[in-house]
């Protein structure tokens, strides 16, 4: 990369040498949904951005104070301070003796359009453990308004200088009014705010995002490109991780704060399709297309298990029982045909076991039914016949396998 020290007044604007007040500029511009409509029916949705022919990091700068004085975002990550501003991306590397320095011993780096960015005016600025992320707009005149246009967004380079555009491929933060206002983190994934884009997250480093919307309205809105749902024109986004087993986004929008809840997978059901359910007093058991899921409060709230070491599974639960400590459950092959034997825990799912009796193992032998019933554990295995455990699970024995079993009843006199 070269750097260009330059402490002199500029040729083409007033003199920098000292820094002035930090302007915070909120570039909020509210649209009605037909001028929206109009230009982007009047805007080519392609666009090229002059200065990719350019080498790697040819054009950044160091000076004495940041690109500009109109600074929309700063953030400090040690050892270093970012801002974005609507000259480009700043940077500044703290040192340890920062309070005895006077500000002019500070160099900034300025990177611009030159570098990759979209241009050179930043909305939206983050600095994440995935690395720095930017977004950029400019603002044409059309039909008499000013009309701000998104440029994408951009995941900076350490190693190059270079920004390297991440911008999504449906154009939530490129084009007229789509603008990436703010940006935010958590865990990894990436969200983005964009005005008339709505609030996108992306989970593999930019190289595909999508959608997160409050409802159906809002998400047939964009897709059809009507863009009238307020709930998709958004200026901010902000994440609260206070709780651990969970992630709260908080999205602001022009109809209002959108708040949306990420639960870890343990404390969600395991799937949509619950092909089998258990009732012990006030706990549900779920057993869904990817695992098994019980919840002790009437569905406020789950504990799940997903297929692993310590929670052998076949790719289908096709029965499940429970009771007290004691949780059962037969699995079968991916479309269900086949058994593929009868999983048990007796501690209240702490540890797993697995059983494969003959009955319960092969084609036409999946377990469709088990119960609980005076000390002793019952099987029906379809093809297989009826079976049962004197021993909670450990061994089995046939009580008749000279018909098929599809059903159990337990009638208590």
Request: with cysteine; charged share 15%; glycine share 10%.
């Amino acid at each position: 990369m070269t750097h260009r020290t330059d402490v002199r007044c500029r040729e083409t604007g007033p003199c920098r040498r000292q820094v002035g007040p930090v302007v915070l500029l909120a570039l909020v511009f509210g649209v009605s949904g037909f001028g929206a409509q109009a230009v982007l029916a009047a805007t080519p949705r392609q666009w090229s951005l002059a200065g990719d022919h350019l080498p790697l990091g040819v054009a950044s700068r160091t000076d004495t104070v940041p690109g500009s004085n109109n600074i929309v975002d700063f953030v400090f990550s040690s050892p270093s301070v970012w801002a974005g501003t609507a000259s480009g991306v700043s940077r500044a590397d703290l040192p340890n003796n920062l309070w005895t320095l006077s500000p002019s011993a500070i160099g900034w780096t300025t990177y611009t359009k030159e570098d990759g960015l979209g241009s050179n005016e930043i909305p939206a600025l983050g600095v994440f453990p995935s690395g720095v992320w930017a977004a950029t707009s400019h603002a044409e005149v059309r039909a008499d308004r000013l009309v701000r246009f998104g440029d994408g967004i951009f995941q900076f380079d350490a190693g190059t200088g270079h920004w390297i555009d991440r911008s999504p491929a449906d154009r939530q933060a490129s084009g007229p009014f789509m603008v990436a206002y703010d940006l935010a983190e958590f865990r990894g994934a990436v969200l983005a705010a964009c005005f008339a884009g709505g609030l996108v997250m992306t989970t593999d480093g930019g190289t595909t995002w999508k959608n997160i919307y409050p409802d159906g309205t809002a998400k047939n809105d964009f897709e059809t490109k009507q863009f009238l749902d307020l709930n998709n024109r958004l200026f901010s986004v902000v994440v609260d991780p206070a709780v651990p087993e969970s992630v709260a986004v908080y999205a602001g929008t022009a109809y209002g704060i959108n708040k949306y809840i990420y639960l870890n997978d343990t404390l969600k059901m395991t799937g949509y399709r619950a092909a089998a359910l258990a009732v012990d007093g006030a706990r549900l058991y779920a057993a869904t297309e990817s695992g098994l899921s019980r919840t002790p409060d009437r569905g406020s709230s789950w504990k799940s298990y997903y297929p692993s070491r310590a929670f052998p599974t076949s790719d289908r639960i096709t029965a499940v029982m429970a009771r007290g400590d004691s949780i059962y459950y037969g699995v079968a092959s991916a479309d269900g045909t086949a058994g593929n034997g009868i999983v048990y825990s007796l501690d209240n799912g702490h540890t797993w076991h697995w059983s494969q009796p003959v009955e319960a193992t092969g084609p036409g032998r999946q377990v469709a039914a088990i119960v609980l019933a005076a000390g002793m554990v019952f099987a029906a295995c379809e093809d297989g016949g009826f079976i049962s455990s004197a021993n909670l699970g450990l061994s089995w024995d046939p009580v008749f396998v000279d018909q098929p079993a599809h059903a159990l009843l337990v009638v208590q006199t």
